[in-house]
């Protein structure tokens, strides 16, 4: 390339330089500047160290055609009842094992198992979110009534989970169930 391009310079100086040297001493002048410019120019490529490309990041996850933006949009409709940072160690979880070279030819199974999850959570959730109030009390008294056999260990268990609002109900409706957890039996 180097060669091609002073090759290039060699000869349109050639070519006008005997133009140059007859003409006005301005003309002579700036093709001495461009001469100067040029031999600069490809002494400085020369000398310019060659750049080292590293490759992008995958766009996918290896041996899929998912991207993460993708999996985070999903994570974030599926799991709207999650804060913002629980939906982050979600992705950032799922991401970390996704990535994992160790997981091979499961990786796409994975994917679309998480999927499917994630999916019927959201619909779980938009048919719970359509029930009038009166159906959501019906649905607390049931949840009562089955709950209350429970060993007190997982009763507790129970309540945490309704307490930091991480099971896949309204909000309304998870105060309903955690009002009766919390009665005595």
């Known amino acids: 390339m180097y060669r091609s391009i002073r090759r290039t310079v060699v ?6 330089w005997p133009l140059a040297a007859n003409a006005d001493p301005l ?4 093709m001495s500047a461009a001469k100067e410019i040029a031999v600069s120019a490809i002494a400085k490529a020369r000398a310019a160290p060659d750049v080292v490309r ?3 990041p995958a766009a996918t996850y290896p041996g899929t055609t998912v991207e993460p933006a993708t999996l985070r949009r999903i994570i974030d409709d599926s799991f709207g009842y999650l804060s913002s940072s629980q939906r982050g160690e979600v992705f950032d979880s799922l991401n970390t094992l ?6 091979g030819s499961g990786r796409a199974a994975l994917i679309e198992y998480f999927l499917h999850k994630a999916l019927a959570v959201r619909a779980a959730q938009f ?3 359509k029930l009038s109030y009166a159906q ?3 649905l607390a008294r049931q949840f009562r009534q089955e709950t209350a056999d429970l060993p007190d260990e997982e009763r507790r268990q129970l309540q945490t989970l309704l307490e930091q609002q991480l099971l896949p109900v309204p909000a309304d409706l998870n105060q309903m169930l955690l009002a009766q957890l919390q009665e005595p039996r």
């Open 27 to 30: 003309i002579f002048f700036l």
């Open 54 to 56: 590293l490759p992008a």
């Open 127 to 129: 048919e719970l979110g």
């Open 98 to 103: 996704l990535l994992d070279p160790k997981i």
């Open 11 to 16: 000869l349109f100086f050639v070519a006008a």
């Open 136 to 138: 959501k009390e019906g």
